[in-house]
């Protein structure tokens, strides 16, 4: 299906209006932008806009949810959607002109395509994971990244409880027989779930909120996490990851993808696991090593599992996108008894999608507004009252640094003939940001300020709000 265009209509302006260049023709200009930004059909916040809202532009792929459009466009940026997400040539050419791109768990935003990123000040992951983002390197180039840490939690909760009583009964071979015109009525190793054990690896969001309901089945709960984690209900944590394979019938993964996780789960964790028993990985698709499974399943060693995450997924819908192509094992897994393929849909509801759709709409309109960055997760988290009406003449200051001595000391010195309202800096590892609110601003004060900012050798972007 060609991509769905909708590309808002507003005037073309200024691309780099929020790299941030000092206003060109001073406070004339200012407030002509923030009479603009005033005058969308929804009365905006009781707080400064920064500039015209609909210089900015935004850049949304893979189907993200309609609420982010509606919040987006309501604020009156520029939004361009896609249903799929873009082969690596095409993201690059569309994202040298945006200043927000908003993705989900497709779509990489690696060091290469950002490099091209000219005018990106925020990144949104409109899912949980933020892996298919170099954050180090968005982080480097004062580029904030905001997903949506558990909106989509319970929905992935929901289908591995489904997916455990499937697993248990062979509910899925059934039904593809049947699909088939075939009879085939057996309770032979069809089990109830009341009474067995689950294996939980990663108590986190996820694997917490699946505890509960296992638990609510006649489940008893045991689980494996690098922390220390409360249990909830009756559930146990285990000092290790051998000992809970040794002590399930359901093994369900719910870590994050990372040099850690990548093949947790391979040749010496199977032939750890009891026989017969069953594996579930919704995460992330490096953290099975496949071929393991196939060969545990062949063998008996398991009687089935289910699986929602591929090392490699097709970027888009379609006949015949799961092939041996994609992932060299593809015809060998799909031919696997008692396990059920599913599209990578755990957190595939409308419940999930709405809520992240707002969410991490608001998080984006927050940053690019305000310069607020609390949430994001690899950038300080800053944040500042709402400047209001009554703050005429106040500019928002938001300066994103190398985190070294000295540093505070410069910048008051070039705030030296404003009063500061307000001020703000936090650091993250090597990247500090800095919000202040400063008054007295006229156009060339401003324009000396941004000059000023932008010299200090330890700068990596400098905004101004007004
Ligand atoms: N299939 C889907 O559609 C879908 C939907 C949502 C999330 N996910 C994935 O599920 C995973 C978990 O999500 P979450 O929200 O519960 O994350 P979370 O951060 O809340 O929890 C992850 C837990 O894993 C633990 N952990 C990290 N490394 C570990 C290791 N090596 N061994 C044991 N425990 C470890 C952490 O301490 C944490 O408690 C993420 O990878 C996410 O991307 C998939
Ligand atoms: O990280 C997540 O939230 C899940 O993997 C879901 O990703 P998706 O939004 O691409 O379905």
Redesign the pocket.
């Known amino acids: 299906m060609p991509a769905q265009s909708v590309a808002a209509t507003a005037p073309a302006a200024d691309e780099n209006a929020l790299s941030m260049s000092p206003p060109s023709s001073g406070f004339s200009l200012m407030q002509q932008n923030f009479t603009r930004a005033r005058s969308h059909s929804r009365p905006p916040p009781r707080s400064l806009k920064p500039f015209a809202t609909e210089d900015i532009k935004i850049l949304l792929l893979e189907n993200v949810n309609q609420s982010a459009l509606d919040n987006l466009r309501e604020q009156g940026y520029q939004v361009e959607f896609h249903k799929k997400s873009l082969p690596e040539e095409e993201l690059i050419e569309k994202i040298k002109h945006v200043h927000a791109i908003g993705i989900r768990?497709k779509t990489k935003l690696t060091r290469k395509v950002l490099e091209h990123a000219e005018n990106l000040i925020v990144i949104g992951c409109f899912?949980?994971?933020?892996?298919q983002v170099d954050l180090d390197y968005a982080a480097e180039r004062g580029i904030s990244v905001f997903n949506s840490?558990?909106a989509?939690?319970r929905?992935?909760a929901e289908?591995v409880i489904a997916e455990i009583i499937f697993l248990a009964r062979q509910a899925g071979d059934r039904s593809m027989e049947l699909h088939r015109g075939t009879w085939n009525k057996v309770s032979n190793e069809c089990w109830e779930i009341r009474g067995k054990t689950l294996g939980i690896?990663?108590?986190?969001?996820?694997?917490?909120?699946l505890s509960v309901l296992a638990e609510a089945m006649g489940l008893r709960v045991l689980y494996?996490?690098?922390?220390p984690?409360m249990p909830l209900g009756s559930a146990k944590q285990l000092s290790s990851?051998e000992e809970l394979l040794h002590n399930s019938d359901f093994v369900s993964?719910?870590?994050?993808?990372?040099p850690?996780?990548t093949n947790?789960i391979s040749s010496a964790e199977f032939a750890a696991m009891r026989r017969g028993s069953f594996l579930i990985n919704?995460?992330?698709g490096t953290?099975v090593d496949i071929p393991a499974f196939i060969a545990a399943s062949k063998s008996g060693k398991i009687a089935g599992g289910a699986i929602?995450?591929y090392p490699a997924e097709p970027h888009s819908n379609g006949d015949n996108k799961f092939v041996d192509s994609l992932n060299s094992w593809t015809s060998d897994l799909t031919s696997l008894r008692n396990v059920i393929l599913t599209p990578?849909?755990?957190?595939?509801t409308e419940e999930a999608q709405y809520n992240i759709g707002v969410e991490v709409s608001e998080s984006l309109i927050r940053y690019i507004n305000e310069g607020n960055s609390t949430g994001a997760v690899n950038f300080p988290e800053v944040s500042l009252r709402n400047l209001t009406e009554a703050d005429k003449n106040h500019v928002r200051v938001l300066f994103a640094h190398q985190n070294v001595p000295g540093v505070l000391r410069q910048v008051n010195e070039i705030f030296k003939d404003h009063n500061i309202k307000s001020q703000f800096s936090d650091s993250r590892g090597e990247i500090a940001y800095l919000v202040a609110d400063i008054s007295d601003c006229t156009p060339d004060s401003l324009k000396d300020l941004y000059k000023h900012l932008e010299a200090l050798p330890f700068k990596i972007r400098t905004r101004l709000l007004y």
Do not use: W
């Open positions: 768990s899912c949980i994971g933020t892996n840490p558990y989509n939690s929905s992935v289908l690896i990663g108590y986190g969001h996820i694997g917490s909120q494996y996490d690098i922390i984690i990851l993964l719910h870590v994050p993808a990372s850690e996780t947790m919704l995460s992330r953290v929602d995450v990578h849909i755990g957190g595939s």
